[in-house]
C-alpha cells in the first residue's frame, strides 16, 4: 500500500489531496465503527498538513489538555516512520505519533522503537496549531507537522532527500462503553497494537 502526498500552497488547498479512508477494522470493538477520512499534503515551505473527518455526532472528549491520553477517549491519530534509504523499516526505526480527541487536545510522541518515547517540547507543539471542529454529524482535526522538526528529528525532507517516509492513520477508543480499533493500513498483530510500523503504508511527495 502507497499513499501519495501532493504539494499544496495553503491549508485550504487540502481536500484536493488525496483522500486516504480509515476503514480497516481491527480486533474487538463495542460499537459499530465510525467512519473516518483524511487528507495529507505537503504544505510548501511549512511542513506536512493533515486533516481527518469523522463522523461521529457525540464523541467522547473527556481530555482537555495536552499530554493526556486522548485514546482513552475517541480520537484520530497520525503516525509517521522513517526508514534509511535502501534499508527495510524496522519497528525501532524513528516514528512520530499525533493523538488528538475532538476537544484538540494531543497526545504526541517521537522517538526510535515504543520505549523511551519524548513528549513534542511545547514550541512545536504550538507550531502544529492543532485544532478540532465539532459538528453536528461529524468533527475533523486539523494540525502541521513542522518541517523544521521533519528535518531535525527524523532526517526527512519532503523534496525526496534524507529518509523514507511511512504513515498510517487510525480512528480508535480504549474506553470499553465505545471501544474501536480502525485503521488505514492494516495492522497484523493479535493484540491492539498501532506502534508497528513495519505495517505503515509508504509515502511519497508527487
Given at each position: ?137 461529524h468533527w475533523t482535526m486539523s494540525l502541521l507537522i513542522p518541517e ?11 523534496d525526496g532527500s534524507g529518509k523514507e517516509i511511512y504513515c498510517n ?38
Open positions: 500500500m502507497e499513499y501519495k502526498i501532493k504539494t499544496i500552497s495553503s491549508k485550504e488547498e487540502i481536500v484536493n489531496c488525496n483522500r486516504f479512508e480509515i476503514d480497516h477494522v481491527q480486533w474487538h470493538h463495542a460499537i459499530t465503527p465510525p467512519k473516518a477520512c483524511g487528507y495529507m499534503g505537503y504544505l510548501k515551505g511549512e511542513g506536512l498538513y493533515v486533516q481527518i473527518c469523522t463522523e461521529e455526532h457525540d464523541p467522547l472528549a473527556r481530555c482537555t489538555e495536552h499530554h493526556e491520553m486522548v485514546c482513552k477517549d475517541s480520537a484520530v491519530e497520525v503516525f509517521l516512520a522513517f526508514a534509511e534509504k535502501g534499508k527495510e523499516l524496522t519497528n525501532n526505526d524513528m516514528y512520530l505519533n499525533f493523538e488528538v480527541n475532538a476537544n484538540g487536545a494531543m497526545y504526541a510522541k517521537y522517538g526510535f522503537g515504543r520505549q523511551g518515547r519524548q513528549f513534542l517540547s511545547d514550541e512545536v507543539y504550538k507550531e502544529t496549531g492543532v485544532n478540532s471542529v465539532i459538528e453536528k454529524d523544521k522538526f521533519l528535518k531535525e528529528v527524523c532526517d526527512y525532507l519532503p492513520f487510525y480512528k480508535i477508543s480504549e474506553d470499553p462503553a465505545v471501544e474501536h480499533y480502525i485503521s488505514f493500513s492494516p495492522i497484523d498483530s493479535e493484540k491492539p497494537n498501532f506502534h508497528l510500523p513495519v505495517f505503515f503504508a509508504k509515502a511519497e511527495v508527487e
